[in-house]
């Protein structure tokens, strides 16, 4: 099975070029290609990103707007998003596509933080396992491609809060799932740029509204209004 990688971005040239030596570095033999999806208001280098990325420039913006018009072009039997400021584990694709073998068409990683802290540390712990929060957040979501075209995709009207969106419809359709317990990396620059308590108390406001059936434009404002 071939595996599609889609990155949406928003002025992420210097973290492209982290994931870029990444791929260049560590990837396998497993036929993959890797999708620029990038925001049509991008205002930096990002198109000159080079091999071995593929760069599609999207109509709109919008996290899940730019995930599935990546989707769309995408060959891959097994779809991967990646944020642009998150790094896989080392043997990542084997992973996933053994976990596809195993029959699970939907799935995520365990993550840590970097830099990291004795809180962000426990933050990361509860990437490991299953609970009312897990999938959305910096997750990188791998799934068959049979079964995005079921689920219809990223919900577009969602300007915020799609990944754990999508992650209900999940559920509610008892598709089987994992956590991969290999750990991503996760930048902590929204931690740093703010604080552990700030952040965490915006994180679960925005969830909150989420589950309140807010307008996620609302959500995106006050989150955004919120953090530096």
């Known amino acids: 099975m071939s595996i599609s990688v889609i990155i949406p971005c928003y002025n992420e040239f210097d973290n492209l070029l982290k994931i ?12 993959t290609e890797i ?7 991008s205002s930096d280098e990002s198109k000159k990103i080079g091999p071995p990325f593929l760069y599609l420039r999207t109509k709109k913006s919008g996290r899940a707007h730019q995930m599935n018009e990546g989707a769309r072009i995408a060959k891959g039997d097994i779809l ?3 944020h642009a400021d998150v790094l896989p584990p080392i043997n990542f694709l084997n992973e996933i ?3 596809i073998d195993q029959g699970y068409h939907f799935g995520f990683f365990a993550y840590r933080f970097h830099p990291t802290s004795f809180m962000l540390d426990i933050n990361a712990s509860f990437t ?3 609970s009312f929060f897990a999938g959305g957040g910096d ?12 689920l219809q995709g990223y919900e577009e009207n969602f300007q915020i809060m799609e990944d754990f969106d999508f992650m209900g419809k999940v559920k509610k359709s008892k598709t089987p799932y994992t956590i991969i317990q290999s750990k991503a990396v996760v930048s902590s620059r929204k931690y740093m740029n703010n604080s ?11 969830f909150l509204m989420f589950h309140l059936n ?8 006050v989150y955004y209004q919120l953090l530096r």
């Open 128 to 130: 490991r396992r299953k």
């Open 35 to 41: 999708i620029i999806a990038d925001s049509v208001a």
């Open 139 to 150: 997750q990188i979501h791998f799934m068959h491609k049979g079964l995005y075209e079921r």
């Open 80 to 82: 991967v998003f990646l």
């Open 97 to 99: 596509q053994n976990s």
């Open 20 to 31: 870029r030596d990444f791929f260049l570095k560590f990837v396998g033999e497993l036929p």
């Open 196 to 206: 552990w308590l700030r952040v965490n108390i915006v994180n679960l406001i925005a």
């Open 214 to 221: 807010i307008d996620s434009g609302l959500i995106k404002k």
